[in-house]
């Protein structure tokens, strides 16, 4: 025999729908949540021993609900495969590069980047 849960019945409004997710049925991990003004849908993954949520899409009624499921299904194999949202590049300058840079001004004889004034009594 299934168990019921009775809830105490609340009045629905915009400030009691905010913030509450809806999970979706169909792609694990997807729900969406109501704020104020915008509704957004996010998946739910596990990176590096903790979950993590990632921003799937705004919610637009005109989008069809096949086309949300593929873009968290394609976000979820990028999740997998270690692309994760928002990352910084691994291509980016690193800190040699960066010094590299700084000694070539130095010998050109251009003018060094100063410390602004609030930070200058650190050095």
Not at 46 to 53: I, Q
């Amino acid at each position: 025999m299934k168990a019921i849960s009775i809830q105490k019945p609340v009045r629905l409004t915009k400030k009691a729908i905010a913030g509450v997710p809806v999970q979706d049925s169909h792609v694990a991990g997807m729900k969406l949540y109501a704020g104020n003004v915008h509704q957004t849908l996010y998946i739910r993954r596990r990176v590096n021993g903790s979950n993590r949520d990632f921003k799937v899409c705004r919610w637009d009624a005109d989008m069809p609900m096949e086309r949300i499921r593929s873009l968290a299904q394609s976000l979820s194999v990028d999740i997998a495969n270690g692309k994760l949202p928002g990352a910084k590049n691994p291509q980016g300058v690193t800190f040699g590069q960066a010094f590299e840079r700084y000694i070539e001004t130095r010998r050109r004889g251009e003018k060094a980047i100063k410390p602004s004034p609030d930070r200058a009594s650190a050095f």
